[in-house]
């Protein structure tokens, strides 16, 4: 299908996404999120074919990263830069931040000239997806009050309840993988707690990926050892997604028994809940004594779940003996970045083009995001930059 | 007036700002100060009509930050952005320079495509302009000899004398406010000291303040605690100023009697400058006792001015309880952060917004101040600008 | 000769520049290095004549910077700035590559809209070149597999062997400064070991000088105390390319004895290469003690060489008591970064401006190495860019 047919398709869906942040794909609609992967997927194949979508002649997007970040980080400027925005880090150790400044006014004070902010906030249970509604407050006062020029739209980099860049970004590679999102429909997708020498590792990613996946008719099967669940509410979203979209949900505690007959094994680590609670509580008392204690004891809890490591064994179970496996990356790996891991070494060898692919497509799913935020009608401003056809290597 | 109008009025001002430094505001003529103040509102309206003032295809602007900053960092950024420039940071901890390099030598190797180079260095005491009049010879030695192809421009982001983008932000924002630079004509701004829980805080701000208002006309009164003053110098070009603009300047102890039918009222805490001094000595013996036994006879010394905090009881003094407050940000704020502070927290969120308004002018002086130093005949420039119209947002 | 005949004189040469990393000039044909030095010159003509040579509408350049730096920093910002490109610094301290990420996933993760990546690794003998090497496979297998849309071309900012933007540089400010290339045959350069205060700098620069001018014709005459030897296979490679080049090449152990009637001088410090691969072995031990133990031993040897300082007694016994005086800066300068160093104060301020000269150079190799990776016809694209000539200051 060719960019004409591409962006004409679009034409079709109803969105409210202009002028709106980004922050959970279950605030979105269907046509929202089928939207923003469209408009990802032609940013991709506008730029592979050398037509710059560059819509700004200046402006600023700021990346307000509270904690690190190396893949998200270069999407997110990657993304900046294809729509011809410049990228300005809010450091908040360099800055004044420290000395007391209230969220309402740094908001203010770094959006003048900008155009989007990225933010990640993804340490504290409970605060993360809050502070970007405060966030996003100040904004709308701001703007309302004449401070801004423009409302600057947020794009949630990662919080404590959802990492939209990186489950649609995994959405749009499964589509790209099985033909269309019509294909997704009765596959079954295992999202699964998978052993790591390391521990605190944020929800945000198997919660955006139960209540995303199924949203589109799939059956989602999240598997975990007792007592290692998610934030209730999350998975209460993911299992009334099911039923809407004709998908099923189910919770299991054997990673052997979930990844029977699978189509797609999402293995990955996380922290439990009440752990990421306990920590955020330490976290926030400064108690480094605490905080020691509390990891020798989840490491401890964790190091009897070592047979919860994606391999070949369980790899045979899977449909066809060949499940996509994905994972957002970096994964711990057995015998290369660790003694036991996530996932054996020959397993992830033999997905890891794939996973390369499924990373290559957050840079447009930020893009697509900003896009769609700025460009109330954007499927006609894509027409209209496909007839100009600007270049991107100018020569 | 429209833009067109507001361009041809700028050809009645004379000025040498082509390829001059903007280091200090008394440096500069009224008409000098006028048309930067005009260039900057242009500037502004041009962006608020998605005229895009980009007048750089390519091109660096050094950002040399010798002390924290947030909004500085990002209003230079943004003034770059708009401008076409890139900001590449001269992170002194990251350079080579902490390993004994010359300024003079620096100052030519990161200046080889640099249009501009702005500098904040505010805490030694003499040291901070003289700074940057070392790095004004350099660029100046190394234009004349031929290693640099145009003499890239400085712009004075806070030195120990003046902070000219702040001041002259908030001269635009008066004069906002008030509708004209002639109707600041007679009214009474008061720069007053204000208690702080910290010390340390720069003379800048101030001596920018009286400095610069006191060139139009205004009643300016400073107000200090006994010992408490400013730079002398700066103290005697401000009652210079006010004799030759046909203003006012007076010193008083007192921050009740002095906000008295006042217009404006700017209340910010600094340290008395023989303390600075006393600081700048200690700083660069790398004296850290001494430095601590400073900071705890300063802090005892301050606590007896609590009572030097803006509030309520004192808005009722100013002219029809409603002078302008104004503050360069972030302001101590008693009961949000810290238990008492420069401003109680009603009078503070009563001015917000005009102090948010008034931090929005920042980036539009710094453009200004770049634009005038680079464009020998500025408001010919802007016309052509105008002419042209390019969008900023391109779709 | 103007711009035109400047590009018209390039189709002469032969090259296979096209989508080749440049990382070792002896890698590189004589034609290759003789187009490198030439678009450079042609990119420097243009911007001084206010063409821009933008080529690039958006796209990231990576800077991964695995050791301090402030001028080759500046440089490839400027680089990449020049042709449209903007920085993203690979900051790994900031990142996640510290939790155990392989060099080939991250190498891909920060490509996916990249065109460059600069990479400084000069810390250890034997790693920095294989290293790059490591993504410069990573690359070649991400775009071979449909991962990244382009091959991104690698610039080696200073490796443990070569520091082939440096030597370029000098190799064209050499140029310029006696006319022609063909000027330099027969010429007589010297390239010192230095004494400084300091222990543990790096041999590519002494080893990308002796490999790169004895490519030309020139005889090339290395001078160090005994025991300061660098790495054997780049002498050898000097000493065959001085072989072919009808040049010559001379070991020597006297500083005085080498400069005599030398047209060009370099004296520069360096670490010889056994006490390089014992740091590089402690450094990988994380050997604190040893690490001490080896600087005070080197230190006190280097002592015994404080004669080592070039100086006006040793200027006279040169060509016309005249010679050139390079340096890569900062240098060690006696009386002003130290004590006693590497140059004396009075020679080098003596040649201060042409040092300033030779690094501005720099940028526009590293320009120039970008173009030609990526533009298979560099004078054709040259060309095209003149017939339009768009502006770089655009009023």
Chains 1, 2, 3 share one sequence.
């Not at 002649?57 to 990263?65: E, T």
């Not at 450091?91 to 000395?99: G, L, R």
């Not at 000239?113 to 904004?139: N, Q, T």
Request: with cysteine.
């Amino acid at each position: 299908m060719d960019l004409k047919q591409q962006i004409e398709r679009l034409k079709e869906l109803k969105t409210q996404l202009y002028q709106k942040d980004f922050l959970l794909t279950w605030e979105k609609s269907e046509d929202e999120l089928k939207m923003v992967l469209e408009v990802a997927a032609i940013l991709k194949n506008m730029r592979d074919e050398n037509i710059s979508s560059k819509v700004f002649d200046s402006g600023l997007a700021i990346s307000n990263f509270r904690d690190n970040s190396t893949r998200t980080r270069f999407s997110f400027a990657s993304a900046a830069n294809l729509l011809g925005l410049h990228v300005q880090d809010l450091d908040e150790k360099k800055s004044q931040i420290a000395h007391g400044e209230t969220v309402r006014e740094t908001a203010n004070m770094i959006s003048f000239l900008s155009d989007f902010i990225g933010i990640r906030d993804d340490m504290y249970i409970g605060e993360g997806h809050k502070y970007m509604l405060e966030v996003g407050e100040a904004l709308d006062d701001g703007y309302k009050q004449g401070v801004l020029p423009v409302r600057p739209g947020i794009v949630n980099l990662q919080c404590d309840q959802d990492h939209p860049t990186q489950s649609m970004a995994d959405l749009l590679s499964l589509k790209e993988h099985f033909g269309s999102l019509e294909a997704l429909r009765g596959k079954k997708i295992v999202m699964s707690w998978a052993y790591s020498p390391s521990y605190g590792k944020p929800l945000s990613v198997p919660q955006g990926i139960i209540t995303l996946m199924s949203r589109f008719g799939m059956n989602v099967e999240l598997a975990y050892p007792e007592g290692y669940e998610l934030i209730p509410e999350m998975v209460d979203i993911a299992r009334n997604n099911a039923k809407v979209s004709g998908g099923s949900f189910h919770i299991g505690h054997s990673m052997t028994e979930a990844v029977k007959d699978a189509d797609i094994v999402y293995p990955k680590s996380w922290a439990p809940f009440h752990v990421m609670q306990q920590r955020t509580q330490l976290l926030q008392k400064g108690d480094a004594n605490g905080l020691e204690d509390l990891e020798k004891a989840c490491l401890a809890e964790n190091a009897k779940f070592k047979d919860w490591e994606y391999n070949e064994e369980k790899v045979q179970l899977t449909k066809n003996q060949d499940a996509l496996y994905m994972h957002c990356l970096p994964a711990d790996i057995t015998d290369i970045s660790c003694d036991a891991g996530e996932v054996s070494k020959d397993v992830f060898e033999k997905y890891r083009i794939p996973t390369y692919v499924e990373a290559g497509f957050k840079p447009y799913i930020i893009a697509a995001m900003m896009f769609t935020n700025r460009f109330e009608n954007a499927p006609g401003t894509l027409s209209e930059i496909l007839k100009n056809s600007p270049k991107r290597v100018l020569y």
